[in-house]
């Protein structure tokens, strides 16, 4: 199993910009998620969704839209980059069971982002 | 929501010496507690993790029990390694096994 993949690893972009960050797991895992790291500011949830069709907005949302078609892939949407996203971007993914309240994630490499 | 507290590095260290990363959290309930490691310019690997109070959730020598009255999930290890050195995250699970994360807690460790 690869686990959970993200592509690309870097990205430039210049202000204004849109670009999709990709996310696939291949663990048959029913929930996933995206977050971003900042420094000093630990992971913050963006989006996430509990399976195909349904998405749920985290903590920071704003600038970000996220679409699940299936249960593979996790697809992260910047619609106008702008320099506050400049971030590291990382997915995670984690089993439906409800053993008890909450499931271990896995989480991808990352994708490191910087809007000029 | 949940919120994290996690004490604020670097925490500096000697080879062989005593570990004790803080670590406590509201939450609503009584969620899953993990702890995370990012080693320099990796992702996040779970480190050890407990599901329900006074579980003690132990991995690669280092250890943390889940304290239900005190609400805290503090990581220990008896003897750090060079190797140790990394970001550690302390994060209780939410709905859907979302995560809040701490800001982190960053370890050198010195030959």
């Known amino acids: 199993n690869a686990g959970v993949t993200q592509t690309p690893k870097f990205q430039v972009l210049k202000t204004g910009q849109s670009m999709t960050l990709q996310c696939a797991q291949d663990?048959?895992?029913?929930?996933m998620s995206w977050y971003r790291q900042d420094p000093g500011m630990g992971l913050r949830l963006i989006h996430y969704?509990?399976?195909?069709?349904?998405?749920d907005q985290g903590e920071v949302p704003n600038g970000y839209n996220v679409s699940r078609s299936t249960t593979e892939d996790f697809p992260l949407r910047l619609l106008s980059a702008a320099p506050s996203q400049t971030s590291v971007y990382f997915c995670?993914?984690?089993?439906?069971?409800?053993?008890?309240?909450?499931?271990?994630?896995?989480f991808g490499p990352g994708t490191r982002l910087t809007v000029l | 929501g949940n919120s994290v507290t996690q004490m604020e590095g670097p925490v500096t260290l000697s080879e062989e010496a005593f570990l004790t990363i803080n670590c406590t959290y509201t939450?609503?309930?009584?969620?899953?507690l993990f702890w995370y490691v990012q080693y320099p310019g990796e992702g996040l690997q779970l480190l050890l993790k407990?599901?329900?109070?006074?579980d003690k959730g132990s991995n690669k020598g280092f250890e943390a029990t889940y304290r239900k009255e005190t609400t805290s999930f503090h990581l220990e290890k008896g003897s750090v390694q060079v190797s140790d050195s990394a970001v550690y995250f302390c994060?209780?699970?939410?709905?859907?096994?979302?995560?809040?994360f701490g800001k982190g807690t960053m370890l050198l460790v010195s030959p």
């Open positions: 995670a993914s984690s089993s439906h069971k409800k053993v008890p309240v909450g499931n271990e994630q896995f």
């Open positions: 663990m048959n895992h029913e929930y």
């Open positions: 969704s509990v399976g195909a069709g349904i998405t």
């Open positions: 939450a609503t309930g009584y969620p899953s």
């Open positions: 407990a599901t329900k109070a006074d």
């Open positions: 994060a209780p699970a939410g709905g859907y096994s979302t995560l809040t």
